[in-house]
């Protein structure tokens, strides 16, 4: 399995971010798919996902901001970031489950300027 995220970079507040995450080794269409985050200092935690039957989960600081979806034609999971704040700044890695275990992407820096 292998998950590979891009999109992140350098944005100022307010402004907009969108990630992509190519996935390959997997039967993407059945799958779990989900961001994380992790600031420094800071522990993972969880951003958003979307079911292979495409219902989502937002982590209450980035609700109504964020916008997960996926696009199974080109086994790619995004993540709309708008409305950006200093506080989203982090490195974002993309995230799937199967018996087999867990599996995250490389991560991609996203840095958020007041």
């Known amino acids: 399995v292998q998950l590979q995220a891009s999109g992140g970079g350098l944005v100022q507040a307010g402004g907009s971010l969108r990630l992509s995450c190519a996935a390959t080794?997997?039967?993407?269409?059945?799958?779990?798919m989900g961001w994380y985050r992790q600031a420094p200092g800071k522990q993972r935690e969880l951003v958003a996902t979307?079911?292979?039957?495409?219902?989502?989960n937002y982590a209450e600081s980035v609700e109504g901001r964020f916008t997960i979806s996926r696009d199974n034609a080109k086994n790619t999971v995004y993540l709309q970031m708008n409305s950006l704040k200093p506080e989203d700044t982090a490195v974002y890695y993309c995230?799937?489950?199967?018996?087999?275990?867990?599996?995250w992407g490389q991560g991609t820096q996203v840095t958020v300027s007041s």
């Open positions: 080794g997997i039967n993407f269409n059945f799958y779990r």
């Open positions: 979307m079911t292979s039957a495409g219902s989502t």
């Open positions: 995230h799937t489950t199967d018996l087999g275990g867990r599996y």
